[in-house]
Each structure stands twice: as structure tokens, then as C-alpha cells.
């Protein structure tokens, strides 16, 4: 069966790499993006001119519409949903948890949380054998800020981290016997412009490896949990951050 892949937030960063990384291994992928229009036309190019097949369609995945408009695009141009990446988030504003405006809580959450389970949710219509699918699998981009919690700078980033694990550990079992793979990859401090120049600077230090993670080096960790080589793994964290736990 051929393989087709959705990757949320798919223009930059994990997501460029992710997509790329898949469509070098036969996927056709969408490359999902929010606005940056001619970044997602440059990985779809690339993709493109590499001999594989991608197309960009613009959706904001918090919000219901776009994301059924996104996979009804797919199912029209790419054909039978296999995987789904939900990459796409944000770090909200960094600040302290008693700084934080009610507006600002429900937009991450709406983006890290809610985005990430109705595109979860449309997947497994697609995938699952319960639904007349052929089965597929899911990874969940998490974070090993669920893990330290972001004192001072990214609690709330933190929290939606944790959110998304507990519904990826949920979800799997829930899917499990339907032919659907659920697994979190939970990356490190990566060199992507979300975190900031001189934030990686100053974290790089803390790791055991001496330097934070390129974007392949987590792309690989998720292609290798849609690859049939991880057939058996559901419910799984892989953590990719260079020994820091």
C-alpha cells in the first residue's frame, strides 16, 4: 500500500524535515502550513525535484473547518490516508504562569491540544479497520518540556506537552486493535527559530551531548515510528534529546 502523510506545521523547521525525510522514503505528503505560503512551496518544490510527490495546503489546525478541508484535500489529491504527523505548535509567550492572560492560555491550548486531537480524530476515520480503513499510523510532536515543566519561562507550554502525551498514551490503546499506531516523539532544545538563538545558545550547554538536535535527528526518530520497522510499538515516548531526560 502506498504510503500518504499529512505533516502539520510542515513548512519549517521538524515539519520541513519531517516531510522531506518521508517523501525521500516514497510518501506522498501533504505539507501542511498556516501562513507562510512560500515556505511551504519550497519544501513541496524540493520535494518535487527530488522525484517525489507533495502538495501544500494552508490550514490552521485549531480551528474544526480548516482541518476537514485539509483532510478532504488529501483524500482528493494524494489519495488514502496512511499517516499523520502533528507537528504543528506554538510556544506561546514566555512568561510566568501568574502573568498569563485567559485569552493567550486558550489560543496555545486550542493550537498544542485541541488542534493536534480533531486532526488525530479525522485520521483515525480514515485509518482505522473499525471505519473500513487499512490501518495507519500517528505521531504525536510533543516536547521534553512535559517533563521539567518550564519554571519561570513555558509552564503553560509544558502543560499542553503533558495534555498531548496523555492523550497519545489514550488514544493508542484505544486504536490499538484497529490497525492504527499512536507513538509521541518528544524532542529536545532543536535548531529550528521557534525557541531563539540565544535561547539554544544557552541550553546546548545543559545537554549531555554538548549541543542541541538538528531537525533530521528528530525527523528520523518519527519516520522510523510510521515505518513498518516499528510495527509493533504503540503507546511509545521516544525522546530525542541528547541524554537530557
Not at 490503546?173 to 532543536?190: H, L, S
Amino acid at each position: 500500500m502506498s504510503k500518504v502523510t499529512i505533516v502539520t506545521g510542515g513548512s519549517r523547521g521538524i515539519g520541513a524535515a519531517t516531510a522531506k525525510l518521508l517523501a525521500s522514503h516514497g510518501h506522498a505528503v501533504c505539507v501542511n502550513y498556516l501562513s507562510n505560503a512560500d515556505a511551504a512551496s519550497k519544501v513541496v518544490s524540493e520535494i518535487e525535484a527530488a522525484g517525489g510527490r507533495a502538495l501544500a495546503v494552508q490550514a490552521d489546525t485549531s480551528v474544526e473547518a480548516d482541518v476537514m478541508r485539509m483532510f478532504e484535500t488529501v483524500d482528493k489529491e494524494l489519495g488514502t490516508l496512511t499517516g499523520l504527523v502533528n507537528n504543528a505548535g506554538t510556544n506561546g509567550r514566555r512568561t510566568r504562569v501568574d502573568d498569563l492572560r485567559p485569552d493567550e492560555i486558550c489560543e496555545l491550548l486550542d493550537i498544542n491540544v485541541l488542534g493536534c486531537i480533531i486532526c488525530a480524530r479525522e485520521a483515525v476515520k480514515r485509518m482505522s479497520t473499525a471505519h473500513g480503513g487499512k490501518g495507519g499510523a500517528i505521531v504525536n510532536v510533543s516536547s521534553g518540556s512535559a517533563n521539567i515543566g518550564n519554571p519561570g519561562i513555558g509552564v503553560l507550554y509544558a502543560t499542553s506537552k503533558g495534555a498531548l502525551n496523555s492523550f497519545s498514551i489514550g488514544l493508542a490503546q484505544e486504536v490499538a486493535a484497529e490497525g492504527v499506531r499512536v507513538n509521541i516523539v518528544a524532542p529536545g532544545m532543536t535548531q529550528t527559530d521557534m525557541p531563539g538563538a540565544d535561547r539554544i545558545a544557552a541550553q546546548a550547554s545543559k545537554i549531555p551531548m554538548g549541543r542541541v538536535a538538528e531537525p533530521i535527528e528528530v525527523a528520523e526518530a518519527i519516520y522510523f515510528l510510521l515505518s513498518d520497522n516499528a510495527s509493533y510499538i504503540a503507546g511509545a515516548n521516544i525522546r530525542v534529546g541528547g541524554g537530557r531526560l
